[in-house]
């Protein structure tokens, strides 16, 4: 989006990422307009706007550029400019909602399935204060609250819908539904979704294991507004019985969370006020539930998630704004290992992981934006965090000094006997410019200092076992790690550029960016251990300097049509991340190597069309440290349609559709397979084949 004195151009480009000066032009701009009393003049792109109908949140952000850590079939982790997990902040209506497992399997965009989101805004690096504290790699801001009113004083039925969709690998099935009720008062809304999927297969129809799972998520939302103020209810809940994660030990045998959240907002003289108090709580429990990977070992946890925040935005002058915040976020975590009766390994104690868990965060911030020129807009921005950590008391399974289980009898002795409090400073700057060259290109430049502070399980995770260390971790590499209570906060400084082009039938987007962070929570090896008569190593977190870099383009382009040959449309990305550690320049984990999307779109009467074409380069920097494999190169077909008839919508896809044989760079090793068959060692997961899909989706409503 670009700034113009009176004018801001807007697109309708689903795969389009927001730049972080994009997203504050946006804002910017509408406040200025609103205080000039100014009208605001929408261009758009003359071209397809493709209607995405993905059956869940992971779908949905992979068509705005968020790479995912492969984990559950509702649980990947996402990724940004090469980081992934807790560095990156995800809100979901201002909730930040904990990892409540040592295997992060139930990550915040888990929560909420995609015909629930309103609206999603993602930044990478350089993300403003205002919009979220405690990361380095940027934010994925989810919006669900979304309510709407009428001019009638009765409450009446607006809409309703109901979804289905089928895809052949894996038989997957997807159901979604929802009604609303509204007034010139009051507003109802409930979404629902259900997913059910067996083990998919991959090209060589080889079955990949405990790939399975089956999930829900219900959501109401209940508003009141009066003309100047609104308030709005919601009520949230998940369960998921069972869901397989083929790269990690264990599985999730259940998942069961309740949510509440109140929002009110409020327009002022001379700005608005919005406050919101949120609530998640989580019971977790991991175990073994199929034939698929068996085992026996209970794990539970249970998680409380308490936060508020306080934003007041006001204009200071018809070229300037203000926006100043006040937040608070608690995190309480109980993370409990049951006996298991009879067995030698496992008892006679509860294993206690994480005793009454803590942590808690206190924020303010403040940000300014400014018009300086009619074509130049500035952004300042500061936000000081308070992050406090703690924990109780931990147990080993068993308290026998000698044998098989004196690592972790000595190990939860030398930790109830440590000071185990916590308290970090983080201090967030960022400077925003945007530049107006012509009515067609903009320059960008931002600066940010970004901080993170340590999670529990980094901090707390205490056993020095085989097993117990071999429970620990979210990054799907068969490792087994270890905290440490003194981790310090990670710092990272960001450079980043963006060249920006729109036009009535093009736009384009150039945007390099570099990182460099300081105190980085990395690992080094502390040992190693066999599974079988294979080699895995024992992982210590520790900090560290590290460098991440990298560059995106992305592009679409309006090719023109008539009536008679319908509209086309061509889309295209490409993307390359680099990290590295800055005193060995050994290869950071998990960083995705150079790849690309080329999208055709083709667009007649009610008929939308688009072959997709994705191509991986392979990858050979690997972190030896976690024993990381390489990866092939591979290009990936796949086509999807679409076709729409008042409240009816039909859609058929095909995915992979060559059937191409190759294994994920971001999926990590397949655990299940290697205890099935530990022959081939720790293979790297593998992408599934052909599958072809079929949706309908039936509206009714005014």
Sequence with gaps: MFYEPHAIQSHQCPAWRYSAISLLLLISCSALAQASNTELEVIEIKGINWQTNQSNSEQLLRTKGVDFSAAGGVSALPLLNGMMGNRIKVLIDGSDIGAA??????????????????????????????????????????????????????????????????????????????????????????????????????????????TLYRAQNHQLVGAWQDGKEQLAVKLSHQYIPFQGFANQYMDMTENQSFGATLQYKRPLAD??????????????????????????????????????????????????????????????LNDIWPAVPGSMMMGPNDYININDGKRQRL?????????????????????????????????????????????????????????????????????LAGYQLDDVQQLQFGLAQKNRAPNLYERYSWGQGQMAISMIGWFGDGNGYIGDINLKPETARTISVAYLYSSDNAMLQLRPFYTKVVDFIDVNIAGSFNTGDNLRHRLQFVNLDATLYGIEASGQWALGGNTYFGQWQLQADVRLNRGKR???????????????????????????TKLTWQWQDGKNRLDSRRLENPTASYALLDFNSQWQHKQLTLSFGISNLLDKDYELPLGGVNIAEYRQDNSNGFSQLKGAGRSVSAGIRYSLGK
């Design 101 to 210: 497992c040592a295997n992060e399997m139930n990550p915040p965009l888990s929560y909420i399935s995609a015909n629930q989101i309103n609206a999603v805004t993602v930044v990478a690096g350089i993300s403003p204060v205002s919009m979220a504290g405690d990361n380095i790699a940027g934010v994925i801001n989810v919006s669900s609250i979304n309510p709407t009113f009428t001019d009638s004083a009765s409450l009446s039925h607006q809409q309703s819908y109901l979804g289905s969709r089928y895809q052949s690998n894996g038989d997957a099935v997807n159901i979604t539904g929802g009604t609303e009720f509204s007034s010139k008062q009051f507003s109802l809304k409930y979404d629902g979704a259900y997913s059910d999927a067996n083990s998919y297969r991959n090209s060589n129809d080889d079955k990949v294991p405990d």
């Design 271 to 332: 700005g608005d006020l919005l406050a919101r108090v949120n609530w998640q709580g989580i019971k977790h429990e991991m175990g073994f539930f199929t034939a698929e990977k068996p085992g026996t070992m209970p794990m539970l946890t249970d998680s409380d998630d308490y936060s508020y925040q306080l934003h007041w935005q006001t204009m200071l002058s018809s070229a300037s704004s203000l926006k100043v915040g006040h937040e608070f976020y608690q995190f309480r």
């Design 363 to 431: 924020a303010v911030f403040a940000e300014l934006n400014q018009q300086l020129t009619a074509k130049l807009l500035l952004n300042y921005g500061a936000r000081l965090e308070q992050v406090s950590t703690n924990t109780g008391t931990v147990q080993a399974y068993s308290n026998m000094m000698m044998g098989m289980m004196a690592a972790d009898a000595v190990a939860a002795q030398a930790f109830n006997q440590q000071d185990r409090k916590q308290r970090d400073t983080l201090a967030d700057l960022t400077f």
């Design 582 to 608: 800055d005193s060995s320049d050994e290869p950071l984990y998990q960083q995705r190597p150079l790849n690309s999307t080329l999208s055709l779109q083709h667009q007649l009467g009610k008929m939308q």
